[in-house]
């Protein structure tokens, strides 16, 4: 006797995309954390740390240059980057 198809219990997930990080240049950039570091890798907590990042939604601006590029690179899944309007 066969057994019975699986049944869906639980919907299924979506692959998710990262965001894609502004172009780069010149000028600052406002770093938001829309997901928590905790559960996760200790060299991506010490990244979250390094950039400012204290707790879930918090923000920080940052200028922008290459070391900056690579640290949100490594936790580019738990950030939300924007580029910010120079004031003058």
């Known amino acids: 006797m066969g057994r019975n198809p699986p049944t869906r219990k639980y ?14 240049g010149k000028g600052q950039l406002r770093i938001e954390q829309v997901r928590s570091g905790i559960g996760r890798p200790a060299p991506e907590r010490r990244t979250l740390e390094a950039l400012g990042l204290k707790h879930h939604q918090d923000v920080v601006v940052k200028t922008d240059h290459p070391s900056l590029r690579g640290m949100l690179y490594q936790v580019r899944h738990l950030l939300v980057v924007t580029p910010t ?4």
């Open 11 to 24: 919907r299924k997930r979506k692959p998710g995309r990262d965001r894609a990080l502004p172009p780069a």
């Open 85 to 88: 309007k120079a004031r003058e």
